[in-house]
T-cell receptor, first 116, second 115 residues
Framework: DQQVKQNSPSLSVQEGRISILNCDYT??????FLWYKKYPAEGPTFLIS?????DKNEDGRFTVFLNKSAKHLSLHIVPSQPGDSAVYFC???????????????FGTGTRLQVTL | DTAVSQTPKYLVTQMGNDKSIKCEQN?????MYWYKQDSKKFLKIMFS???????INETVPNRFSPKSPDKAHLNLHINSLELGDSAVYFC??????????????FGPGTRLTVT
């Protein structure tokens, strides 16, 4: 039962254009949604997050949009750069009962290739 | 200055053996985690410890036993290794504060291959 889904395994975008990565979820109880970037042979790196009560969060070239009614979020990268080429994971966070741990549920990732 | 480190980076071993993976974080976080990324690249949480106390324990075989000697270390011991244990194991840490996303910071991963 995959609660977080990224239906596009890969995406290719030209340098300078916008990259849009999509994510869908099924559980309405998630508190936050996060995006992670992962290079080969490295661990995932936190990129940006959004609270479940917001609909947009922006940080430099990265903007995350949340549509709660559709249970959908997207990450926009503009302008895309070759260094953005990586696997992007969408994750949903639920703070546990103790309030001391966040349980992240990950999607399967989208491989972004930014071409020259 | 590595924030979350894991050793070893690669581990090749035979079925039936017992092995350990070590994790250390220097971020001052109270909570640490172990994740498994399987062959389908699905990243799934296994355990979480807060100040040496087990907080999250997903459906993981008893052969996997986490050990936290202090809040900066969370080691993973695996008994009687099986072929299906082959995966990349990631350690992570976080500081969960009210009003924050509880983002986690990951180590570089340990690729375990069981032959």
């Amino acid at each position: 039962d995959q609660q977080v889904k990224q239906n596009s395994p890969s995406l290719s975008v030209q340098e300078g254009r916008i990259s849009i990565l999509n994510c869908d979820y099924t559980n309405s109880m998630f508190d936050y949604f996060l995006w992670y970037k992962k290079y080969p042979a490295e661990g995932p790196t936190f990129l940006i997050s959004i609270s479940s009560i917001k609909d947009k969060n922006e940080d430099g070239r990265f903007t995350v949009f949340l549509n709660k009614s559709a249970k959908h979020l997207s990450l926009h990268i503009v302008p895309s750069q070759p260094g953005d080429s990586a696997v992007y994971f969408c994750a949903a966070s639920a703070i546990g009962n103790t309030g001391t741990a966040s349980k992240l549920t990950f999607g399967t990732g989208t491989r972004l290739q930014v071409t020259l | 200055d590595t924030a979350v480190s894991q050793t070893p980076k690669y581990l090749v071993t035979q079925m039936g053996n017992d092995k350990s993976i070590k994790c250390e974080q220097n971020l001052g976080h109270d909570t640490m985690y172990w994740y498994k990324q399987d062959s389908k690249k699905f990243l799934k949480i296994m355990f979480s410890y807060n100040n040496k106390e087990l907080i999250i324990n997903e459906t993981v075989p008893n052969r996997f036993s986490p050990k936290s000697p202090d809040k900066a270390h969370l080691n993973l011991h695996i008994n009687s290794l099986e072929l299906g244990d082959s995966a990349v194991y990631f350690c992570a840490s976080s500081q969960v504060l009210t009003g924050t996303s509880g983002e986690q910071y990951f180590g570089p991963g340990t690729r375990l291959t069981v032959t």
